[in-house]
């Protein structure tokens, strides 16, 4: 399987395909002066996925880590039940955008012709191109025993984070997701300008990598609507550990599928929302009124 992460042709389209970021010239103005300045702005592209030579989304990302991205939004939209289905893989780079190129096996691509739905969108949009409240709330499994995890190996994780992110060093504008291991420490970061798209290259490395879903934790960097939790319980995450806060939707995709949620993440504390088994020194389970 040839699994490219950018174009072969040249060393300049290589280094397009993975560029995070872009140097502009803009001006700061405080205390009455005008400073000029260099900075740092997110890449975002077009990026589009095509699956036996069929088009089926176009999603705005950062160009870096396409293997993962690919990979990992195949499995967590369902389209493939791990890597090894991926039979072929290539990355194009043209005018208007990066074009993703994947080989299937015909029985998954038969399975993707009924459900497929055409989703151009923004930056890691959600819902895009979902015609039927039917595809909204797709069956997922329940996911695994999962790690026990104290509370300082979270509050670990969200310390040493931000030096993973070199992206968002550079730009401020970019998510990242992370895996980590029961005792805190993070082991790989995907970042991406949209928190779906993140989390999708963290899946996809994870798939790569022969990741077990069951072996530890992530925390994302922004909030948790229930695509991110889809996410997660589609492949077997059973800890997600969100900085900003969740919606009632991904709670309840959270209890149903039995993911512990961790949200609103801060360095002196954290809010467990559902199935808190999973964090020590928690036993009594929180309820979720009717809305």
Known sequence: MRLDTGLPSTSTQKRKV?????????????????VPRDVAIAT??????????????????????????????????????????????SVQEGETGIRVNMTISPKRFVGLQRRRRNMTGRTGC??????DLTQVARPLPRVGVGVNVDIGAIHQALGALPAWQLANQETGAVHAAAWVTPAGKITFVR???????????????MARGHIDSE????????????????KAATIGISLLVAISAPTTM???IAEKTGITLVALARSDSVTVYTNPG???????????SEV
């Open 18 to 34: 993975r560029r995070r970021s872009e140097i502009v010239t803009c001006f700061r103005l405080k205390d009455c002066a005008v």
């Open 278 to 288: 999973r964090i020590k020194g928690i036993t009594a389970e929180p309820k979720l």
């Open 44 to 89: 975002e592209v077009p990026v589009a996925l095509a699956f036996n030579g069929l088009p089926h989304v176009v999603m705005m990302s950062t160009p870096s880590d396409l293997t993962d991205f690919a990979i990992g939004f195949s499995i967590s939209e369902g389209i493939l039940a791990g890597a090894d289905e991926l039979l072929d893989l």
């Open 191 to 205: 970042e991406d300008v949209g928190r779906h798209n993140a989390l999708d290259k963290l899946i996809g490395a």
């Open 126 to 131: 959600g819902l895009c191109g979902v015609d």
């Open 250 to 252: 991904a709670l309840r």
């Open 215 to 230: 072996a530890g934790f992530t925390v994302i960097t922004s909030r948790c609507s229930f695509e991110m939790v889809q």
